[in-house]
């Protein structure tokens, strides 16, 4: 036949190269020819190339050879005997001498070195339409946009991923694996802390044949991981497999808080957020979601594991809603020096951590005080690092019994005051108020406008809004003293500063005024945006004095600034002068 080369006759014939299989497309209850491992992909009847190192056998002509009876084999573990049903089969000999059939439809495995195959058909392709808020100009939002991330079915009709993945999100879709339909999600919570965010789908058509991930135990150091997703490079599903390199309190970027984190060497691209980390039996061991790059590392990535993602569902499911991980409102310092132990007043054997500033809006705060010893927490004694014992030769930083309670619950603190006295106390823990939110959880930004001045509140994606990326050296000296070492004097207290100033008449001289704190308003003090927009709505004085940072004052005339408003308002195409939130 004219296009096929024939082979000559009496020459040897040529091994085929070897070739890499296929991911199979579709999950099934039976194995077939290939089964998924987390560290590689294995063939259970694999071409002769790979696993035999005997020649072709030689084409024989005439009628084709008849396949001999097998005899009736046993498996020398259990004695049971070993099912033959295969119309293809051969015997091939395992080291110990007892022959084993492989077959094309029958497959017999040892149990003892049996490989699971992940629930892959789970794993999900989240596509997402953002609209962020504009910080800058707060009456307004940025152009929308797209991104697509990795997702996969829990149990209860629910999918997981991460918060980043559907920050301001205007939509979310998901689209399962060989499927060309794209089905609508429901956000139920979105976790900003731990980065993780529960979706659910109402058309019964998506659940169809799928199987929910089961979550595993936490891996230990060296334990095989594979990481499956969505990441760029490609459309189909992808798989990178690596080992675990760490397991320690980690920054998690995104929530701007630590929690206990994995480390590991797979790769995890860009679109690979949201997708679950499978260990070696087919459990899901946690969710992928940020990595480290940096000219000079490589194959860092960070996985979110199961008490942080157990924590967050039940969070929900008792709550109804995300209500975050609480806090111990202290900063403390380690007690490492024999010198400062011994001025204390602590023992030889007394071990703990002295507390340094103590949150007022905390409920610790009415108990602890400045430079008592923290020696232990729920009973499991601090080290003078600052850690507690996790697992077997390994130690981790004692935020993690706190991460492990719930917003409302009450845990059991002992502290060493100076005069060498041991108290104890029962304290109700809480989700931390930071003076500068790193999130607005979804909310709009607040703002003010009078006589072209905006005034609004400083939050983490306001200085990244105005100063970029690299806010934490661009942004003002005094506001980052402010972000990272500033606790809350009351529950509702704010940063107000004047963001920009709207050129007009009125403001003339005042217009080089940018991202400066409002101190006071007719010498009351400002502690939040409400207040402030209040105070002057309801001013009845002569004049308007906002006392600024940096001995900078503002002065206009209230009825005046008051009319000229509106009219700022119609040059700027600005709907309102307060936002929605203040009216209330």
């Given at each position: 036949m004219a296009g096929v080369n024939k082979r000559k006759r009496g020459r040897k014939p040529k091994s085929d190269p070897p070739s890499t299989p296929d991911i199979p497309t579709s999950t099934s209850p039976h194995i077939d020819d290939v089964v998924f491992s987390v560290s590689n992909v294995e063939l259970i009847d694999p071409p002769p190339s790979s696993t035999s190192h005997r020649p072709r056998p030689r084409p024989r002509r005439g009628r084709p050879r008849k396949t001999p009876l097998l005899p009736k084999l046993?498996?020398?573990?259990?004695?049971?005997?070993?099912?033959?049903?295969?119309?293809?089969?051969?015997?091939?000999?395992?080291?110990?001498?007892?022959?084993?059939?492989?077959?094309?439809?029958?497959?017999?495995?040892?149990?003892?070195?049996?490989?699971?195959?992940?629930?892959?058909?789970?794993?999900?392709?989240?596509?997402?339409?953002?609209?962020?808020?504009?910080?800058?100009?707060?009456?307004?939002?940025?152009?929308?946009?797209?991104?697509?991330?990795?997702?996969?079915?829990?149990?209860?009709?629910?999918?997981?991923?991460?918060?980043?993945?559907?920050?301001?999100?205007?939509?979310?879709?998901?689209?399962?694996?060989?499927?060309?339909?794209?089905?609508?999600?429901?956000?139920?919570a979105i976790g900003t802390e731990c980065d993780i965010a529960l979706l659910n789908v109402d058309d019964d058509e998506f659940w169809e044949g799928v199987s929910p991930v089961e979550f595993g135990d936490l891996p230990a150091l060296q334990d095989a991981v594979t990481v499956v997703g969505y990441p760029i490079g490609g459309d189909t599903i992808s798989v990178t497999s690596g080992v675990v390199s760490r397991i320690e309190i980690l920054s998690y970027v995104h929530g701007s808080t630590e929690l206990l984190g994995l480390q590991i060497d797979a790769a995890i691209n860009?679109?690979?957020?949201?997708?679950?980390?499978?260990?070696?039996?087919?459990?899901?061991?946690?969710?992928?979601?940020?990595?480290?790059?940096?000219?000079?590392?490589?194959?860092?990535?960070?996985?979110?594991?199961?008490?942080?993602?157990?924590?967050?569902?039940?969070?929900?499911?008792?709550?109804?809603?995300?209500?975050?991980?609480?806090?111990?409102?202290?900063?403390?310092?380690?007690?490492?020096?024999?010198?400062?132990?011994?001025?204390?007043?602590?023992?030889?054997?007394?071990?703990?951590?002295?507390?340094?500033?103590?949150?007022?809006?905390?409920?610790?705060?009415?108990?602890?005080?400045?430079?008592?010893?923290?020696?232990?927490?729920?009973?499991v004694d601090i080290a003078n690092d600052g850690t507690v014992p996790f697992r077997h030769g390994e130690r981790i930083g004692f935020s993690y019994l706190v991460s492990q309670k719930y917003s409302g619950d009450y845990a059991a603190v002992k502290v060493l005051r100076r005069n060498s006295e041991i108290l104890n106390f029962i304290i109700k823990l809480a989700t931390q108020m930071r003076l500068i939110p790193a999130h607005n959880k979804g909310r709009p930004p607040s703002y003010y406008?009078?006589?072209?001045?905006?005034?609004?509140?400083?939050?983490?994606?306001?200085?990244?809004?105005?100063?970029?990326?690299?806010?934490?050296?661009?942004?003002?000296?005094?506001?980052?003293?402010?972000?990272?070492?500033?606790?809350?004097?009351?529950?509702?207290?704010?940063?107000?500063?004047?963001?920009?100033?709207?050129?007009?008449?009125?403001?003339?001289?005042?217009?080089?005024?940018?991202?400066?704190?409002?101190?006071?308003?007719?010498?009351?003090?400002?502690?939040?945006?409400?207040?402030?927009?209040?105070?002057?709505e309801k001013c009845k004085d002569e004049f308007l004095k906002f006392d600024l940072e940096y001995q900078q004052v503002v002065v206009l005339q209230t009825k005046t600034a008051k009319s000229a408003t509106s009219d700022i308002l119609t040059t700027h195409c600005i709907p309102s002068a307060m936002s929605e939130d203040l009216r209330t």
């Open positions: 046993t498996n020398p573990e259990n004695g049971k005997t070993l099912k033959v049903t295969s119309p293809t089969r051969r015997l091939i000999d395992k080291p110990n001498g007892v022959p084993s059939l492989i077959s094309s439809e029958t497959t017999i495995i040892n149990a003892s070195v049996a490989r699971v195959m992940p629930a892959m058909d789970a794993v999900v392709k989240v596509f997402c339409v953002h609209t962020e808020p504009n910080y800058s100009l707060p009456w307004q939002r940025k152009r929308q946009y797209s991104s697509s991330s990795s997702g996969f079915v829990i149990k209860g009709r629910r999918v997981l991923t991460n918060a980043h993945s559907v920050e301001h999100y205007t939509q979310v879709k998901l689209k399962k694996r060989g499927s060309d339909t794209k089905f609508v999600a429901t956000v139920l860009s679109g690979n957020s949201g997708g679950p980390a499978f260990n070696d039996k087919g459990n899901c061991v946690g969710i992928a979601f940020q990595s480290l790059k940096h000219e000079d590392v490589e194959n860092i990535g960070y996985v979110i594991p199961t008490p942080v993602i157990t924590h967050f569902i039940k969070d929900y499911e008792k709550n109804g809603a995300y209500t975050g991980f609480p806090i111990l409102g202290v900063e403390w310092q380690k007690m490492e020096n024999p010198d400062l132990r011994l001025s204390m007043g602590m023992k030889p054997d007394q071990k703990g951590v002295r507390i340094r500033r103590i949150d007022p809006t905390t409920p610790e705060s009415m108990m602890l005080m400045p430079s008592d010893v923290i020696l232990s927490f729920d009973g406008i009078i006589a072209g001045f905006v005034f609004t509140t400083v939050s983490v994606p306001y200085l990244r809004s105005e100063y970029g990326k690299d806010y934490e050296y661009e942004a003002s000296v005094k506001l980052l003293d402010k972000l990272l070492h500033e606790f809350r004097q009351s529950p509702d207290e704010q940063i107000v500063v004047v963001s920009q100033v709207l050129v007009a008449d009125i403001n003339i001289g005042y217009e080089e005024i940018v991202n400066t704190q409002v101190l006071s308003f007719n010498g009351e003090p400002v502690k939040n945006l409400k207040s402030l927009a209040s105070m002057v």
